[in-house]
């Protein structure tokens, strides 16, 4: 089986499914939201398209490279660090998801995993960015997105 010819067709389907977005916010939503779940540190992310037509996105969400960062500071307003495990993943295409109007992806991310949260309460905002020297398709949305902001407390 020809793998090029398979992933030729793949990329076509996008072409022709979606339509290329200018590198701004058009089209998409970031939002948080803390899960009150037994670990404090849990946070659902939602990618939402609320355009009349269909993006395509990249949806790996690992902090801090894939393609999603945190900025999160205490209640000093200071910055807490990432540390986590940095990832090297290759992209691929099923990692891509042609967005639907109305469509939503959404992801639980335990932020204890990736940062150092010790008892307090913290701020946090969640940013997804695809930058035009990270991803060379141009059938990807590129451009930053910023969710709303919400407040963690960790016993």
């Not at 939503?29 to 670990?39: E, G, N, P, V």
């Not at 960062?69 to 205490?74: E, T």
Request: aromatic share 14%; proline share 3%.
């Amino acid at each position: 089986m020809n793998y090029n010819r398979i992933f030729l067709i793949f990329m076509i389907f996008f072409l022709l499914s979606s339509q290329i977005v200018k590198a701004d916010s058009d089209g998409l939503k970031l939002t948080i939201k803390s899960l009150d779940y037994k670990k404090n540190a849990l946070v659902k992310v939602t990618i939402e398209n609320f355009s009349d037509h269909p993006i395509v996105v990249a949806l790996l969400f690992i902090c801090e490279d894939y393609y999603i960062r945190f900025d999160i500071r205490n209640e000093e307003g200071e910055k807490i660090a990432f540390s986590g495990i940095e990832y090297k993943i290759k992209i691929s295409s099923k990692d891509y998801l042609s967005m639907q109007p109305a469509a939503s992806y959404s992801q639980e991310i335990d932020l204890a995993q990736y940062y150092h949260m010790p008892s307090g309460v913290y701020t946090v905002t969640a940013h997804y960015e695809l930058s035009k020297w990270r991803r060379n398709e141009s059938f990807i949305w590129t451009g930053r997105l910023s969710s709303n902001q919400i407040k963690l407390a960790i016993p």
